[in-house]
């Protein structure tokens, strides 16, 4: 895969939970969970299953940071 995003996690799907039209992905990143809402139909395009290796890629034209 080649993409141009630079905000790429890898990571493992540990739960694909369908609703009426939109999906909820659930990606393990190194212990955090970051999820994804995407159409049903991209679940199915992908065959996405837990267990699977994905990237979870992140669109933003601003990155920020905070501390506490």
């Known amino acids: 895969m080649q993409i141009s ?11 694909v ?4 039209t939109t999906a909820h992905v659930k990606i393990d990143v190194g212990g955090q969970i ?3 809402s995407i159409t049903n139909e991209s679940v199915d395009d992908l065959a ?4 699977q ?15 506490d």
């Not at 995003?5 to 739960?15: F, H, P, S, T, W």
């Not at 939970?17 to 009426?20: D, E, L, P, S, T």
């Not at 996405?48 to 267990?51: I, Q």
Request: aromatic content about 2%; overall charge positive.
């Open 53 to 67: 290796t994905a990237y979870a890629v992140i669109k933003a034209s601003d990155v920020m940071v905070a501390v």
């Open 5 to 15: 995003a630079r905000n790429r996690l890898k990571g493992k799907i540990v739960e």
């Open 17 to 20: 939970k369908k609703g009426a």
């Open 34 to 36: 970051v999820t994804a």
């Open 48 to 51: 996405l299953t837990a267990g």
